[in-house]
């Protein structure tokens, strides 16, 4: 076929795809994304068609497969129940069982966008580097002296840190650690890094401005003492707060570089990394994605832990953010791989799937209200992923399926359609899945609420080298 011909054979295709964009098979859903606020402007409008001479230098538009996916196709499955299914939209589907075996499969060659699935890739980047027991530190210096009668700090405040769950019950458990040692009020100023950030703000000087107010007690905003409470109330601290922590500040905030000649005070130590995982994964968090990304180096490096680990060419797994917003491509088949490298990971640290992505029907966040029946709660494990706008409205759902008959793992990658009928098709899907197996089992899982995880921070006191958990 000469170059013409195939260009011509494109534009045909083009012209087919887009009259069939006026119906309902292919309405878009809103615009706000659920898992992220809006979604940004696509920087594809359209899957594009490459053949074996495209000279494409972009990542994003490698040819993975000859074969375009197709509207209301059917996968390939020795269940005749799950072959005989109409698939909606541009559909990747992989499902196996633990030893290899294929359950189901729809073009899992064809690279599609996984949305939020990308944060299993950041998650598996980040546990492989860091472990599962991974600390972020903020520490809290000074430059100045205290005198414990007057409760005075004469000099400056310093905070370094760059934990991406820092929050208002921390910047009061920063207060009330001061107050440990007889401070509350400093004549001088406070004084952040670049990396410092609270409550998901962007912004370090922003951040440094509300951890002021929020550890000033007659600044203090009633929701920051709702979060401090429930705070003590999840650790188990009540009994040890002697008082309202406060610390006053005499000077404006400043972000700037932290001096070499100042003296620690203590170091606030975050939850482990386990349980921020579980976090950004339950809520699919972007900040907090894209936060965890950059410990690594960013989305390069991420989709480069992928490739290296579990054994998936570039083509396959191309990122660009690491919380799955905007344009990302992964294949079915390179997800089932990192879920496969993922899975073996958490089992060297005597973990499982559960402990860092939610629990259909049981744990709080994206998928709390999806299999959420008596018969299925509790039988699927996995993650979300949903952009309203980009690439014609994109859902997506990998993890892990518990059945009678055993578990299976599984890749759902849905585009250009309607995000709602997306999750209708994959409810009613993994659910006739499971009716092949046996019905679904409820997993083994003693579940814990998140503000409980998120609460096992500490404070290290560098003079006696005790935590104060």
């Given at each position: 076929m000469t170059r013409i011909?195939?260009?011509?054979?494109?534009?045909?295709?083009?012209?087919?795809?887009?009259?069939?964009?006026?119906?309902?098979?292919?309405?878009?859903?809103?615009?706000?994304?659920?898992?992220?606020?809006?979604?940004?402007?696509?920087?594809?409008?359209?899957?594009?068609?490459?053949h074996g001479d495209d000279n494409s230098s972009d990542p994003l538009v490698?040819?993975?497969?000859?074969?375009?996916?197709?509207?209301?196709?059917?996968?390939?499955?020795?269940?005749?129940?799950?072959?005989?299914?109409?698939?909606?939209?541009y559909s990747g589907i992989l499902v196996q069982t633990l030893?290899?075996?294929t359950v189901v499969e729809n073009y899992s060659a064809a690279a599609f966008n996984p949305a939020s699935n990308v944060k299993l890739a950041t998650a598996y980047a980040v546990l492989k580097t860091f472990g599962p027991d991974y600390r972020f530190l903020t520490?809290?210096?000074?430059?100045?002296?205290?005198?414990?009668?007057?409760?005075?700090l004469t000099g400056n405040v310093y905070v370094s840190g760059r934990d991406p769950i820092f929050g208002y019950e921390h910047a009061v458990r920063l207060a009330s650690e001061l107050?440990?040692?007889?401070?509350?009020?400093?004549?001088?100023?406070?004084?952040?890094?670049?990396?410092?950030?609270?409550?998901?703000?962007?912004s370090a000087l922003r951040s440094g401005q509300m951890l002021a107010a929020t550890m000033d007690a007659s600044k203090r905003s009633a929701g920051a003492t709702k979060i401090w409470l429930n705070f003590l109330s999840n650790s188990g601290k009540f009994s040890q707060m002697a008082g309202i922590p406060t610390v006053t500040f005499g000077g404006p905030v400043f972000m700037q570089p932290i001096p070499s000649n100042l003296r620690l005070l203590f170091t606030h130590e975050s939850a482990p990394l386990r349980e921020i995982i579980k976090a950004t994964l339950c809520y699919s968090n972007n900040f907090m994605a894209e936060r965890l990304g950059d410990m690594v180096g960013g989305p390069d490096a991420v989709a480069r832990?992928?490739?290296?680990?579990?054994?998936?060419?570039?083509?396959e797994f191309s990122l660009q953010t690491s919380s799955g917003l905007g344009i990302n491509r992964v294949t079915p088949s390179s997800m089932m791989k990192l879920l496969r490298s993922l899975r073996a990971e958490l089992a060297r640290n005597k973990m499982t799937f559960a402990d860092i992505m939610p629990v259909a029907g049981i744990d709080k966040g994206t998928l709390e209200s999806r299999f959420d029946s008596d018969f299925s709660k509790g039988s699927v494990v996995g993650k979300t992923g949903t952009l309203g706008q980009t690439d014609g409205g994109v859902s997506s759902l990998a993890g892990e399926i518990s059945t009678r008959n055993g578990k299976l793992l599984f890749v759902v990658f849905n585009m250009h359609g309607s995000v709602s009928r997306f999750r209708a098709f994959q409810n009613n899907y993994i659910s006739l899945i499971q009716g092949q197996f046996g019905g679904p089992a409820q997993m083994t899982y003693n579940p814990v609420s998140l503000d409980v995880r998120l609460a096992r921070s500490r404070v290290t006191f560098p003079e006696v080298q005790t935590a104060s958990n």
């Open positions: 011909t195939q260009r011509m054979s494109v534009a045909l295709l083009a012209a087919v795809l887009t009259f069939l964009g006026s119906t309902s098979l292919f309405a878009q859903s809103s615009p706000q994304s659920t898992e992220g606020g809006p979604a940004p402007k696509p920087l594809l409008q359209d899957i594009k068609v490459y490698k040819k993975t497969s000859s074969v375009t996916p197709v509207v209301a196709n059917r996968a390939n499955s020795p269940y005749p129940v799950l072959s005989d299914v109409d698939i909606p939209g030893d290899g075996k520490n809290v210096y000074t430059d100045g002296t205290v005198d414990r009668s007057t409760g005075t107050n440990r040692l007889g401070i509350t009020n400093v004549t001088g100023n406070l004084i952040v890094t670049d990396t410092f950030s609270l409550n998901y703000n962007g832990i992928v490739q290296l680990n579990a054994g998936v060419q570039p083509s």
